[in-house]
T-cell receptor, first 113, second 117 residues
Framework: DQQVKQNSPSLSVQEGRISILNCDYT??????FLWYKKYPAEGPTFLIS?????DKNEDGRFTVFLNKSAKHLSLHIVPSQPGDSAVYFC????????????FGKGTKLTVNP | EPEVTQTPSHQVTQMGQEVILRCVPI?????FYWYRQILGQKVEFLVS????????KSEIFDDQFSVERPDGSNFTLKIRSTKLEDSAMYFC???????????????FGPGTRLTVT
């Protein structure tokens, strides 16, 4: 039961270019979306989030876009840096509930110098 | 910066044994969670805990699992009789809750790798 899907297991980009990570969801009850970054041997680290009432949220080099009608969101990293190399997880929440996060499988981003 | 801590970092146990995984959430947080990640798979929700009781649990969280907040700082996950398929990375997380944190972010610990042999 994949309510949150990240169809690209990996992505490789050159330093300085844009990284675009994609995420699709099927549950229309989700109303808040988050991106987490994970390095090996560490727990996931919160990056950025977006409410379903918005279509864009920006924080420094990170921008999340939400297309609610397509049930699709994406994370843009500009410019990409080698330190951004990590696994990126998309997650979703249904507000008003227990706040449990429903995660995608993750996309491994490699930024080459 | 405050962080969630977990002990031990790695636990090896034999099938059928009980294990207790320990977590110290961030001190002013109100919501506590356990997630797990089996190797190569996604991070899965196990249980959420608020106001000294379970607020939601997943199908994975069966009678073999229990959680406790024995004092004001620790949050534990107990697996009563471990199975081979319980081998995974277990993450504890905490949050301020939706009223105090409109971003809904949860802060994760570094995880405990549980290996059941």
């Amino acid at each position: 039961d994949q309510q949150v899907k990240q169809n690209s297991p990996s992505l490789s980009v050159q330093e300085g270019r844009i990284s675009i990570l994609n995420c699709d969801y099927t549950n229309s009850m989700f109303d808040y979306f988050l991106w987490y970054k994970k390095y090996p041997a560490e727990g996931p680290t919160f990056l950025i989030s977006i409410s379903s009432i918005k279509d864009k949220n920006e924080d420094g080099r990170f921008t999340v876009f939400l297309n609610k009608s397509a049930k699709h969101l994406s994370l843009h990293i500009v410019p990409s840096q080698p330190g951004d190399s990590a696994v990126y997880f998309c997650a979703a929440i249904t507000q008003g509930g227990s706040e449990k996060l429903v995660f995608g499988k993750g996309t491994k981003l490699t930024v080459n110098p | 910066e405050p962080e969630v801590t977990q002990t031990p970092s790695h636990q090896v146990t034999q099938m059928g044994q009980e294990v207790i995984l320990r977590c110290v959430p961030i001190s002013n947080h109100l919501y506590f969670y356990w997630y797990r990640q089996i190797l190569g798979q996604k991070v899965e929700f196990l249980v959420s805990f608020y106001n000294n009781e379970i607020s939601e649990k997943s199908e994975i969280f069966d009678d073999q699992f229990s959680v406790e907040r024995p004092d004001g700082s620790n949050f534990t996950l107990k697996i009563r009789s471990t199975k081979l398929e319980d081998s995974a990375m277990y993450f504890c997380a905490s949050s301020e809750g939706p009223r105090r944190s409109p971003k809904h972010e949860q802060y994760f610990g570094p995880g405990t790798r549980l290996t059941v042999t």
